[in-house]
């Protein structure tokens, strides 16, 4: 499968899914995104793929685990589009068309709206020491982390499988909430 960030079939269930390195706010955006579309009175329902991650130990031949990220990214919108809900939003790391098409063919009859978040290197950096600091991670835990996370974003940034790039830095969590839906303009019409 080609991904071009929107894909399936039109008229899909609308999936929304943040994806970006580490420290680019994919968590926070999916939620406050959600939050959003709640206030709209839209029955939306959220799912973080990195959840799924977590069960360990992961294959050797799938480190990231995403397998099992796919399949219960498939599952939840399963359950949650069987008891009312009307579109999903997602979050999660992948970085190459092929980690996404493993999630996105699982769900063929979605309509899947995929946006990268971006945020300046020195933001990002003060974000992963906050939050991998507060974990009680020494320095150099972190300076691998923030390593990590600038090949995550030259891969994301030879990638063409997203709809949108979206740089939010400088945006608070609402306000990157509301720059993600007037971009995007989702869910769409008749969500």
Known sequence: MTLSGTCARPGGFPVLWFVGSS?????????????????????????????FGMCRPAPADDEPNFRVKAAGLAAMIDVYSAHGAQAVVASGCVNTAAEAALHTDLVPDASWTIVRLHVEPAVRRARLAEREGARQRDDAWIERMVASSLRDDEALDAASFYAHRIDVTGLDRPGVAARVLEVTGWPGPGA
Do not use: F, P, Q
């Open 23 to 51: 420290g680019s706010g994919k968590s926070d955006a999916s939620y406050w995104t959600y939050a959003s579309l709640l206030e709209r009175s839209l029955h939306v329902a959220r799912v973080d793929t990195d959840d």
